[in-house]
């Protein structure tokens, strides 16, 4: 359902959204389609050996009524798609989709006709399969990666746990399998919209993924970039990055959120840092493991990042701003501006992470405690608590 696009959250409508059932029918006929012709994909040329043999037929929409219908030939349709998509998307970028472009990304009204022909023929494909003992296994991942730490994204994301809860509770179709991967703070809050997610329904079972081995994974990157993107002479980024791995634990653990990409993010800094460090002391004969363990302590708590004093910071550094950083330097030009020593908050989120450490606080006395006593503004602890849990750091259901 994620698809990359440019499209900001405030240039669409809830109204304009596909839905997951409709999006699931589309991109199996634009897949099918696109490589019915590719020698290479053995189980498709198997699919398309039976069909062109019995060559199904069915009844597709031709006009807006969806009464008005003219018998068609599966594979003869399968093959007009695939001469449509292929001249489409020549010449296009790398990654370009033209179902999602044309289908998927706006359900424009003008597009409808079009859309229903293709949910038709996909019906009719899923039939043959079915009919061939042939499975689907569907996969939704990406629901909680839709601008999950901007406000004004807040409704779609709604948006999105709404029909991955009905997509969930409904009974898959025959010789259907779906699959769903979401974080764990997204379970807790699919099951607050419908509790019967936690039921024993006997089409669902929870798997809870263990978290890979970050030093594996450090390593993994490591090498790559030695073989990808350092250059000859970088001796001095391969003794740090060495030491970094060393002193890498191996499993993940809470001290790290169990967030791995901020993990690694953090590291990749610390050899920013610690580079930077060793230059200062003469190169390659300071003590380049004393150091790493110096740097990242501080390191840990700013992410690497000196002195931002803003999220909106962080755009030229990472896609995702402010993943994961607590900075103490915080303040707001505009909307939390820091003349005085009174008016610092940037302590707001540590303090809002001791007072969470007390299993039974409610959100009601946090808020009201941290406003009488630090004065912090309840807009900003608002903010901050939803921060918070955007950024994975607290799994508290405020």
Request: glycine share 4%; aromatic share 12%; with cysteine.
């Amino acid at each position: 359902m994620s698809t990359d696009t440019d499209i900001e959250p405030s240039e669409i409508k809830i109204g304009e959204l596909i839905n997951l059932e409709s999006y699931f029918d589309i991109q199996l006929v634009y897949v099918f389609s696109k490589y019915i012709l590719n020698s290479d994909r053995n189980l498709f040329q198997d699919i398309v050996s039976i069909m062109k043999k019995e060559r199904p037929k069915f009844d597709m929409p031709v006009s807006r009524s969806i009464h008005h219908k003219e018998n068609k030939d599966l594979y003869q349709k399968l093959l007009d798609l695939n001469t449509t998509i292929l001249k489409e998307e020549k010449g296009r970028a790398e990654g370009y989709s033209y179902a999602y472009d044309q289908l998927m990304r706006i359900a424009q009204e003008t597009r409808q006709i079009e859309k229903n022909k293709w949910i038709y023929t996909s019906k009719a494909l899923q039939k043959f399969l079915y009919e061939h003992n042939f499975w689907l296994l569907r996969i939704i991942d990406g629901v909680d990666n839709v601008h999950i730490n901007q406000i004004r994204a807040k409704k779609f994301y709604q948006y999105m746990l709404n029909e991955v809860s009905n997509f969930t509770l409904a009974n898959p179709p025959k010789n259907t399998i779906n699959y769903l991967a979401i974080r764990e703070r997204t379970y807790i809050e699919l099951a607050e919209i419908n509790p019967l997610i936690k039921a024993t329904a006997s089409h669902i079972k929870k798997i809870k993924h263990i978290t890979p081995s970050i030093k594996e994974v450090l390593a993994e990157r490591y090498n790559y970039s030695m073989n990808n993107c350092f250059i000859e002479g970088e001796g001095i980024y391969e003794k740090i990055s060495k030491a970094v791995i060393e002193v890498t634990p191996k499993e993940n653990n809470n001290y790290n959120h169990n967030n791995l990409r901020s993990f690694l993010h953090n590291k990749i800094s610390l050899i920013s840092l610690v580079y930077y460090r060793v230059m200062q002391l003469g190169g390659s004969h300071a003590n380049i493991p004393l150091q790493v363990e110096n740097i990242s302590q501080s390191n840990r708590f700013l992410n690497g990042r000196l002195f931002l004093n803003t999220k909106e910071q962080w755009v030229d550094l990472n896609l995702e701003r402010g993943l994961c950083c607590i900075n103490i330097f915080y303040f707001d030009n505009e909307k939390f501006p820091c003349s005085d020593i009174k008016f610092w908050y940037g302590m707001c989120k540590v303090r809002i992470l001791q007072l969470l450490s007390f299993e039974t606080i409610e959100k009601g006395k946090l808020i009201t405690f941290l406003n009488i006593a630090f004065n912090y503004p309840l807009d900003l602890i608002e903010l901050n608590l939803y921060d918070l849990r955007a950024f994975g750091l607290t799994a508290k259901p405020f």
